[in-house]
């Protein structure tokens, strides 16, 4: 999908693998001091493999792009492994820090939330750093609840920091109980 300002929501492709990896290792990076091992993130191709794995499983893993750049990136990862939990997504949005307030975490959350309902999903969470006023914001214009406080569960900038847990239902919700599972073909 298109906007007027060239802005282009797209499933990712093996080639946005490097400016994805740009934009994330900037964003564990930030305020933090230099000289911290980054040697924890990962490599291009194992950014390919787990892009790989996510599309192969019908999890959505999407682009923003600006006139062919990639300008943010989003995914979603099962919310818990457990055959209950099938049905509930944890999302991640990161976006260059050049465009950040320009609506690209708007298009990348809206492209999340269509793409997790087309393919079934019923709950989608996220986990916003607390000091995070305007991805808090972002999170309720699209009618995310604030469901849990996550004290101190992070230590960077030289102090602990908390976490935010929101929650908003997809498609039908809770309100209809999921498809049977397809019958077996053995």
Not at 23 to 41: A, F, L, Q
Request: charged share 25%; with cysteine; hydrophobic share 35%.
């Amino acid at each position: 999908m298109e906007q007027d300002n060239g802005l282009t929501i797209r499933p990712s492709r093996d080639a946005d693998v490097e400016p994805m990896l740009a934009i994330y290792r900037r964003h564990i990076r930030r305020g933090v001091e230099e000289g911290v091992d980054d040697s924890d993130t990962p490599e291009p191709d194992d950014l390919r493999e787990r892009r790989k794995n996510l599309k192969s499983r019908r999890f959505p893993h999407i682009v923003a792009t600006i006139n062919g750049t990639v300008v943010g990136y989003a995914y979603v990862v099962l919310f818990r492994k457990r055959p209950a939990y099938r049905y509930t997504v944890k999302h991640s949005i990161y976006v260059h820090h050049d465009h950040i307030g320009k609506g690209v975490g708007s298009q990348l959350l809206r492209g999340l939330i269509d793409a997790c309902a087309a393919a079934g999903f019923r709950q989608i969470i996220g986990y916003i750093d607390a000091d995070n006023a305007a991805s808090l914001a972002l999170h309720e214009r699209f009618n995310f609840v604030r469901v849990g406080l996550l004290p101190a569960v992070a230590y960077r900038y030289g102090r602990w920091a908390d976490s935010v847990m929101v929650q908003r239902s997809l498609g039908t919700g809770s309100t209809t109980s999921p498809p049977p599972p397809p019958l077996s073909t053995r």
